[in-house]
């Protein structure tokens, strides 16, 4: 239950802390954020979700198009392979 967790979180944080929100719709509804700011929570929104701000995407994307090229090598070299005949 998220509000319970508002609560829980609310009675540990210090004078000093903020919550550190991302932009999942249940963390912008209205009853989240009259809670937030009922118990006086601060908090901060992360920017928008995009790939070019999320390093962990490039690490995803140069293995992904590393793999590819490896498929794409593997798959040549197995039907020209196939392709030799004793001949």
């Known amino acids: 239950d998220v509000y319970a967790f ?3 979180l609310q009675e540990s944080m210090e ?3 903020m919550l550190f929100l991302d932009n999942a719709s249940i963390h912008k509804t209205k009853s989240i954020l009259t809670l937030l700011n009922s118990l006086e929570i601060p908090h901060l929104f992360n920017v928008q979700y995009h790939p070019q701000w999320n390093g962990i995407e490039l690490v995803f994307s140069y293995f992904k198009n590393t793999a590819m090229k490896r498929f ?3 798959t040549v070299i197995h ?3 196939a ?3 004793p001949e």
Request: net charge negative; aromatic share 14%.
């Open 79 to 81: 039907f020209a392979v």
């Open 15 to 17: 004078a000093s802390e």
């Open 83 to 85: 392709e030799i005949t």
């Open 6 to 8: 508002i609560y829980e």
């Open 72 to 74: 794409a090598i593997t």
